[in-house]
């Protein structure tokens, strides 16, 4: 299993976009001007369009695969890391933030840390389960 998640031809074109995204949130916790916020939502925004993307083709690419690639998605599917998969990586880490950032991007109004955190949260959950999900 550790062989079908952590292997995959998809680990560096997924943990680049994320760590991508990682900066862009640590930058965006610390002060900067209007213009410098606006650029950095603009460029969060593409990283986790592009993250979303990659990790559904991700869970995709181990679905169609042979049976132990099969075996290693069912731990995303329908297997222990379920839910704190979807919850706290896709949900909470991905499309809140997104959300948030487009928001913000269109209303011109700051959402302050809570896109920023999110995406840190998110992307130390990505890293997390994949390498424990590996393990199990």
Request: proline share 7%.
């Amino acid at each position: 299993s550790f062989r079908a998640t952590c292997a995959s031809p998809l680990m560096g074109p997924l943990f680049l976009p994320s760590g991508i995204a990682s900066g862009i949130a640590l930058m965006q916790l610390l002060p900067m001007g209007r213009d410098e916020h606006t650029s950095l939502q603009q460029w969060l925004v593409g990283a986790l369009t592009v993250e979303i993307a990659l990790v559904f083709i991700y869970i995709v690419g181990l679905s169609t695969g042979g049976v132990i690639p099969r075996e290693a998605s069912e731990l995303f599917v329908q297997g222990i890391y379920t839910g704190p998969f979807w919850a706290l990586v896709v949900l909470l880490g991905l499309a809140t933030p997104l959300a948030l950032a487009v928001i913000d991007l269109r209303r011109a109004t700051p959402t302050r840390a809570w896109a920023p955190s999110l995406v840190l949260v998110g992307a130390l959950a990505l890293r997390f389960i994949i390498i424990s999900a590996g393990q199990a």
